[in-house]
């Protein structure tokens, strides 16, 4: 970089009572004055992270608190930065799959199935129809894995400790049939330019049905655990509002704009696979506010096991990949294909210069998006307050940092 | 989901804004000066054009210098617009973080990555690597292992 | 027996009760968590894991005595004892049977708050002395809250003392000997509802369970006050805590639930024999209910808690007083 600002750990230990000047805001709007009287009420500065058994991965929270209160925050990324756009551009075209597993760990058929849409829209590849059934099956039961994740730590975070492992059971279940099918619990590497790797396993459609009759009184189980709880409803209520102007501004995409009862979900709005023949509906909140976010994304979990379901009663005929050369010679250009990842919008701008490697891929993530409201939402409430916000934003550091 | 280029036309010209507009299969894309990014960019949020939401901001390495891509959106009308923008290595372009605040992150990493830097930016510190780090890795000219060399470990 | 020697075996005793009380009720704890959690607990070390906390302690025992450079010499090193002398004074009180306690005091309901209410100040000592942000900001929360939270505690208790008319605890149990109408024990829950369960809240809170337990909030703070404590005087404010467990619902049940009686068996040599056991199976019935609390519930964000306690608790408690005494005094003219 040419400035000589270093990184904020560079700049060596932070004192309670050492640092003077007050961190810096994005926008410098968010100041309250210090303390009224003449007694002059000393700021901590603290970390929260990069370890640090809330923050969702390793990131990096400077926080400056007058008390409870937090003052200003600042996040620091990078911790988890690989150099995952650069080191696309000496992978082929179905190696790069296996880099962007690791973006959104979370959620890896989601960031795969971008990649393959913006290589196939390049070549002007068909997908057939059973491939594009695969995708969506396995996108929508990578959603609910990444939701009732996203439930399980955000029910940790408010302290309540029995839903995280609550969560993982259901978890667990969706996780051995993305195993059964892709050959592996989360790096997937299925789905491919031109379909898939390989068509669904004998049994799946049984061990899904076992799955769809007994979710329903689990995800009950959480609604009283949590949604209709009355510690967590003053915990989340009110807390972390972001209005739809700010949302925008920021460029949030997924839950959190939905949350603010912004109708935008690509899945509807852009249909890719086979969302287009599915029949369900978009949950949206009103407030923009933590349990807003937490509430549209547990009835995003229903939708999903509805899609799920229809997807089961019709299995399409075909070939689950279409006939694609060995080495993928993309005519030069760009391109730029969206998915609705359980982030928000993921998309991959792909620049091919027509040889076997990518020029450029750039991966928008929306957890990059989300995070960066954080500066601004955690200012003027608690920490506690701070906890809960970031962890409705449902942000994988995978992705941020790349 | 494209806009017209004959309405990109007219609200950049509204911006006092040369640009040249070309479909392809990217979508509608409009290459102006880095210089007047700032004020294009406020036009387009403003005016007619309303667009609100910036979806993503980045740089393209060209090999002769850095090209910048905006990607706008009118979440409305379901419309999306590309801007592009030419800056030398090393060169300059104006901040648009109080038209769209979303970049706040996204110029701190293509300046880093890129070895370029943002006027008016609030906070212009390194974002994704650690100080060891001085070249900007995304250029091309930073060397990385060739296809041939990552089959062969 | 010489007065001394007997003082000292009754240290001994107390001592010995209090870690055999804090290695069952971890093993206890971690037992019923995991089944609530659906997951196992402790199940390698011994049958069915019941060694797993001794095997803790010796790991405990052996661990480097760290402290960290920064922290205050002598106030991090008696941090840990503020924190669980007090509590194993509180043993002092508890009577498992007419004949089995440690000491007979005439104000034993005052003596054992009064000892309670400097745990606070141990753990605010303990937050400040280890020199570490996080720890601080754990050590004003929790000294907040427990500060907070005495005054209902010592209200609720108000009425059973008006009832039993006396601050000896002896003589509130065997108020409660008795039956009404041939079968409800005179047990104090019942004239005393309210009041039980402004106690029960109180002491939920002052031992720093869930959902009061912000300030050793695990997924904000790790382990707040004693973010910097290791080996054995981690050991000692852990062990403090289950310790304040085991005295809140010992007091409890000794004024709500009648203590050591079994209904309809009081003043016989059977009920004599089997004191202890009856108070015992009372007390972790109790410890029981206060770990399920624990491991269902979120966690009461600090302001909540706080606002909670002055805005409603208190005023709630006041008012029961006076209800209660205007009601005790209408019944008995």
């Known amino acids: 970089m040419t400035d000589d600002r270093l990184r904020v750990t560079s700049e060596g230990p932070i004192v309670a009572e050492g640092r003077r000047e007050p961190l810096l805001l994005p926008r410098g709007l968010r100041r309250v004055p210090r303390g009224v009287d003449e007694l002059a009420t000393e700021h901590l500065i603290v970390n929260m992270g990069p370890q640090h058994p809330s923050t969702h991965g390793v990131l990096h929270i400077l926080l400056e608190l007058d008390g409870e209160t937090v003052m200003a925050a600042e996040a620091s990324l990078g911790y988890l930065h690989r150099g995952i756009e650069k080191l696309a551009e000496s992978r082929r075209h179905h190696q790069v799959g296996t880099l962007l597993d690791r973006a959104d760990y979370v959620s890896g058929i989601h960031t795969e199935l971008a990649y393959a849409m913006a290589v196939e829209r390049l070549m002007e590849i068909e997908v057939p129809e059973k491939a594009q059934w695969l995708r969506t099956l396995m996108a929508e039961i990578n959603r609910i894995a990444s939701h009732v994740l996203f439930v399980g730590t955000f029910g940790m975070d408010t302290g309540s400790m029995p839903t995280f492992l609550y969560t993982m059971r259901e978890r667990e279940a969706l996780v051995d049939i993305l195993e059964a099918v892709t050959g592996s619990r989360m790096m997937f590497n299925y789905v491919r330019p031109g379909g898939v790797t390989g068509d669904l396993p004998g049994g799946i459609i049984e061990k899904l049905e076992t799955f769809l009759s007994t979710v329903d009184t689990y995800l009950d189980e959480y609604d009283v655990l949590l949604t209709d709880n009355e510690i967590f409803g003053p915990r989340t209520k009110g807390v972390g509002v972001i209005d739809r102007t700010t949302a925008i501004a920021f460029g949030m995409t997924g839950a959190p704009l939905r949350a603010t009862g912004m109708d935008w979900d690509v899945r509807k709005v852009r249909p890719y696979a086979a969302y287009a023949q599915l029949d369900f509906d978009v949950p949206l909140g009103s407030q923009g506010d933590c349990f807003d976010r937490y509430v549209v994304k547990t009835a995003e979990i229903r939708q999903s096991l509805e899609m799920i379901r229809q997807l089961i009663a019709g299995v399409p005929e075909g070939e689950y990949t279409a006939k694609v050369p060995r080495v993928l010679r993309p005519p030069a250009g760009e391109v730029y294909t969206a998915v609705e990842s359980p982030r928000g919008e993921l998309g991959i701008h792909l620049v091919s210069d027509g040889s076997d490697l990518p020029y450029r891929m750039r991966l928008r993530s929306p957890a990059y998006y989300n995070l960066a409201v954080v500066d601004e939402a955690l200012a003027g409430g608690l920490i506690a307050d701070a906890v809960v916000t970031l962890g409705s934003l449902d942000i994988v550091l995978g992705e941020i940092d790349r | ?153 | 027996m010489s007065p001394l020697l007997v003082i000292v075996l009754r240290t001994l005793a107390g001592l010995g009760l209090l870690l055999l009380n804090g290695v069952v009720l971890i093993y206890m704890l971690r037992k019923v968590l995991a089944h609530l959690h659906l997951r196992i607990g402790p199940n390698r070390v011994g049958p069915w894991g019941v060694f797993q906390t001794s095997m803790d302690v010796v790991k405990l025992l052996t661990k480097e005595d760290f402290r960290p450079a920064t922290a205050d010499k002598w106030l991090f090193r008696l941090a840990p004892l503020l924190i669980f002398v007090p509590s194993f004074m509180a043993y002092l009180v508890i009577g498992f049977s007419p004949t089995w306690h440690f000491a007979n005091l005439d104000t034993g309901v005052l003596f054992v708050f009064a000892v309670l209410s400097f745990v606070p100040i141990g753990i605010m000592m303990a937050g400040w002395a280890s020199n570490s942000k996080w720890s601080l900001i754990g050590g004003m929360r929790a000294a907040g809250q427990q500060i907070a939270y005495e005054v209902p505690l010592l209200l609720s208790v108000l009425g059973v003392v008006m009832l039993a008319g006396s601050l000896d605890l002896k003589v509130i149990v065997e108020s409660q000997a008795g039956l009404w109408l041939g079968f409800l024990p005179k047990w104090f829950i019942l004239p005393q509802f309210l009041g039980f369960w402004l106690f029960a809240i109180a002491a939920l809170a002052e031992s720093n369970q869930t959902p009061f337990d912000m300030s050793e909030a695990e997924s904000e703070l790790v382990t707040g006050f004693a973010n910097e404590y290791s080996g054995m005087r981690f050991g000692f404010m852990f062990l403090a805590e289950f310790s304040n467990l085991f005295v809140s619902c010992a007091v409890g049940t000794t004024l709500f639930f009648g203590g050591w009686l079994l209904p309809g068996l009081e003043h016989n040599a059977v009920a004599l024999a089997l004191g202890p056991i009856v108070f015992m199976v009372k007390v972790y019935l109790g410890i029981f209910c206060m770990m399920w609390i624990r491991g269902t519930l979120p966690r009461i964000r600090i302001d909540q808690m706080l606002s909670f306690a002055w805005k409603a608790l208190i005023p709630l408690s006041l008012a029961w007083v006076v209800i209660f005494a205007v009601i005790l005094k209408a019944v008995r003219a």
């Open chain 2, 1 to 153: 989901m494209l806009p017209a280029e004959a309405d990109v036309s007219r609200w950049l010209a509204a911006a006092g804004a040369s640009a040249e507009v070309t479909t392809s299969i990217l979508g509608v894309m409009a290459r102006i000066e880095a210089a007047r990014a700032a004020d294009v960019l406020a036009t387009l949020r403003d005016g007619e054009g309303r667009f609100d939401m910036l979806v993503d901001l980045f740089a393209i390495d060209t090999g002769e210098g850095i090209d910048l891509r905006y990607h706008l959106r009118a979440l409305e009308r379901d419309e999306d617009l590309y801007l592009a923008a030419y800056v030398d290595y090393d060169g300059e372009a104006p901040s648009a973080w109080r038209c769209y605040p979303a970049v706040l992150y996204a110029e701190r990493e293509a300046a880093e990555m890129f070895g370029m830097s943002f006027v008016g930016h609030p906070n212009p510190k390194r974002l994704l690597t650690t100080d060891e780090v001085q070249a900007p890795l995304l250029r091309k000219s930073t060397p990385i292992r060739t296809w041939e060399e990552t089959r062969r470990d």
